[in-house]
Structure formats: C-alpha cells, structure tokens
C-alpha cells in the first residue's frame, strides 16, 4: 500500500477538509499508535496506521458503498443547478470527494441506487460485458401478451433500429395496468420504457428492485441511504441472480 500524508488521509474520509485536518493535527488532536503527530505532512499508510483523533479510533475506508432508496423528482447525477440530485440526499457522516451514483435512472424511477468512490467497482456493474442483472418493476398501460414476453427473450429492436439483449419479462400482475418484471443487463438512455414503447406500451411507473443479487431494502425508506455490509457488496457482483 501506497504511503499517504496524514492530513490527505484524514480528509480522504469526508468528515474533515485537509485545512481541517491540517489544523486538527498541528493542535496536537491526532495520535498514530498512541503516539501525538503534529505534522501533517507526515507518511503513513492509510490501510494499517491506528490513527485516532481526539482518542477516537479513526476508521479509515478506501471506498465507500452506499445504499439510496431513490425518490421520484430526484436527478441521478452528482451536481444540477436546477434540480435536487441523488448526492443531496447523502447525509455528511457519508459525504466524501470523488462519490458519484452507479448508472442512471430516469428523474422519476425510484429504487435501488448505489452511491459510491469506487470507479472500478461502478464499471464492473454498469458495463454490459460484465453481465449484472438489473431488474426493474414496471407499471404499463396495456396487456402484456405472450408475444410481447418473446420478443423481449429474443431481443426488443428499438425504434430507432439498436437491438437489445435478451431480456427476461415476467408479469407479475395482469390487471388494467399490469405490473411487469424485466431484468436487464444493459443501461441504455431510457432502455425499459423503449422497449416497452416498441412493443406499444407505456410504462407508467419504474422501480428498481435488485443489482445483482442485492435487493432493495425493504426498510429503508424513499430518500434515505445507508452503508452496505461487505456481504452486499459482494452480492451487487454475482452474475447468477
Ligand atoms: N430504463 C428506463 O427506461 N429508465 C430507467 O430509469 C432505467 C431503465
């Protein structure tokens, strides 16, 4: 592991800018292994230095992997200066440079978002080649006929001409407005309600529900996020669900 500057590694986790880290250390707040530090310029590694600050342990965290039961209304980008985005949702205790939301949804899908630093981790769950199932809820205006559920296994050709991947399609109810669930492993620019189009319906609401083989948290409410256990983390990767 590469050696850092002690007030780099203070502010790399977010609840400290590096002039505050800087401060904090030259106040004598700092400890490396019971021992005081006051110069910030000080290398340590990051990953095994017992740092504590104000005798609190200081957990250090390369990156971090967030949960967001995203509302409608809400950009899925990380700044706009017209609408609220999925980050203003992220509470200080969480906030650090550099995160950003794994792929997109619609300004009004809701559900499974995951907010993280980790661009290598966000690419292997976005990237097609990668083979991540998102699977989405999905409220249409018509019936979904047999045909439509085929077409989507073989592969929906949108109206302007790009052919999609294979996609499973299961009703889950056929009322007036059935409720429908597709998993795909792609993320295209609106791609489920295209589909949907070509096939000449409408998606009236959109719901992410699982990444992979992690599933939305059902006690997590709309607009809240939290930190994933390692065991989800690992979970958003499986190719199998
Ligand atoms: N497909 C869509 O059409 N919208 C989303 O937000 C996600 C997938």
């Keep these: 592991m590469a050696l850092e500057r002690l007030d780099r590694i203070i502010s790399s986790q977010g609840m400290f800018s590096r002039k505050e880290a800087g401060k904090a250390i030259r106040d004598g707040r700092v400890t490396v292994n019971g021992k005081v530090i006051k110069d910030p310029s000080e290398k340590l590694d990051p990953a095994s230095s017992g740092i504590a600050i104000d005798g609190k342990p200081f957990a250090y965290k390369k990156h971090i992997y967030l949960m967001l039961n995203k509302p409608a209304g809400v950009l899925s980008a990380t700044t ?9 949702l992220i509470p200080k205790v969480y906030k650090r440079n550099g995160l950003f939301p794994v792929g997109r949804l619609d300004k009004d899908t809701t559900g499974l978002m995951i907010i ?4 290598d981790f966000a690419h292997k769950v976005i990237s097609p080649k990668y083979g991540i199932n998102k699977h989405y809820h999905a409220v249409v205006d018509g019936k979904i006929t047999d045909e439509i559920i085929r077409t989507f296994a073989t592969g929906v050709k949108l109206k302007d001409g790009f052919l999609c991947a294979p996609a499973e399609l299961k009703v889950l109810d056929n009322g007036d407005n059935p409720l429908a669930e597709v998993v795909i492993k792609e993320g ?19 719901r992410r529900v699982k990444i992979g083989g992690l599933s939305l948290d059902n006690n ?14 690992s979970l958003i990767l499986r190719t199998d669900q």
């Design 188 to 206: 295209k620019y609106h791609q489920i309600k295209r589909m949907f189009a070509a096939a000449g319906l409408k998606v009236l609401a959109l």
């Design 80 to 88: 706009d200066s017209n609408s609220k985005t999925v980050l203003d």
């Design 220 to 233: 997590l409410p709309e607009g809240e996020c939290r930190e994933l256990s390692k065991t989800e983390e």
């Design 116 to 119: 993280t630093d980790d661009g």
